[in-house]
């Protein structure tokens, strides 16, 4: 995994609330980009080869989170006060999965420090469009799926990338192996979410 450092098109919301929270006037931050398809979660030991293009695929967005924790915490982050984990859209979601496993990491070398999430319009529903047909998806289908498939997507992700251990343990832990995809939606998971959250939602994501 890489770290990326980027400006911001404008400041994250709590930033602009300073007249009440002057620690948040000058904030550090960090922007963490990423390109598995499942916000941080996969952990798929296997190679993939995409047999339309040929391309390399791996499925292991939950060891680059990993290892952007060390790689955060070896430039100081241990000695952070307070940390907002947030994110938007897909980052929203990844805020709802894994806020709890950051601020766990925090607290075991800062036990006095501050954190909570702020996830924006992450909150995805598990919901399937009663007109969309399952979609079968084959091990490696790169094709996007029916229109309104969202359940059966969001499904096969979690499963295709191995994101069970990349997910709240909590959230396992409350469902049969035969369910535990539902922890991929922040709609399950947020129920056995520890930390505090501070949700924003909009009607309408573009």
Same mark, same amino acid.
């Given at each position: ?14 930033? %602009? ?19 598995? @398809? ?9 190679? &993939? ?7 390399? /695929?791996?499925?292991?967005?939950? %060891? ?11 430039? @100081? ?5 307070? /940390? ?46 009663? %007109? ?15 229109? @309104? &498939?969202?359940?059966?997507? /969001? !499904? ?5 990338? &191995? ?18 995809? %539902? ?19 909009? !009607?309408?994501?573009?």
């Amino acid at each position: 995994g890489k770290q990326l450092r980027t400006p911001l098109s404008r400041p994250p919301a709590y930033i %602009r609330t300073y007249t009440h929270a002057p620690r948040a006037l000058y904030p550090s931050q960090v922007v963490l980009r990423y390109c598995d @398809g499942a916000s941080f979660s996969g952990n798929n030991a296997t190679v &993939n080869i995409d047999p339309a293009t040929g391309t390399t /695929l791996y499925f292991r967005g939950s %060891r680059v989170r990993t290892l952007m924790q060390q790689d955060l915490f070896a430039k @100081g982050l241990g000695n952070a006060s307070d /940390l907002v984990v947030s994110g938007c859209s897909a980052g929203g979601l990844a805020t709802f999965l894994h806020t709890d496993q950051w601020c766990d990491a925090v607290k075991a070398v800062s036990p006095e420090a501050k954190c909570v999430g702020m996830p924006d319009s992450g909150f995805f529903l598990d919901y399937q469009d009663p %007109r969309a047909k399952p979609t079968a998806l084959s091990p490696l289908a790169t094709s996007n799926t029916n229109p @309104g &498939n969202y359940h059966d997507g /969001l !499904k096969w992700v979690f499963e295709l990338q &191995n994101a069970t251990d990349g997910v709240s343990t909590d959230c396992i832990a409350a469902y049969p192996v035969a369910e535990q995809y %539902r922890c991929m939606f922040a709609e399950h998971s947020a129920a056995h979410q520890r930390t505090p959250f501070f949700p924003l939602q909009s !009607k309408y994501v573009k």
